[in-house]
């Protein structure tokens, strides 16, 4: 796994609600299917995710095997400090991915 694309506006007003979009390259592999030879593919799904912004954690979702591939999730929150947001998967083995990006807040 290594592809994370991020949607995370460079500046913002503070109070405003902004649009947040992520998604990161998995298989998300149920373990129900089975491969050419009729053997049960392995299970391999990411089970969490969450953003960080600010040091609080501004969203979070439990994944589970109705997910599919190349997860992509967006949310709102609402704009109130510059600096960064921390975006953070998990799979069923607790390895971790994450990525982050910056935002500028300006009075409004």
Aim: with cysteine; aromatic share 10%.
């Amino acid at each position: 796994m290594n592809g994370i694309r991020l949607s995370v506006p460079d500046r913002a007003v503070a109070g405003d609600v902004i649009n947040i979009k992520a998604m990161i390259q998995h298989d998300m592999e149920s373990g129900y299917r089975r491969d050419q030879m009729g053997q049960r593919i392995p299970r391999n799904i990411l089970t969490h995710f969450e953003c960080v912004y600010g040091g609080k954690r501004v969203f979070f979702a439990e994944l589970n095997v109705g997910v599919a591939a190349n997860p992509f999730i967006s949310f709102y929150t609402r704009a109130t400090e510059s600096g960064e947001l921390v975006f953070r998967w998990t799979d069923q083995h607790g390895e971790t991915w994450s990525a982050s990006k910056s935002i500028e807040v300006v009075a409004g």
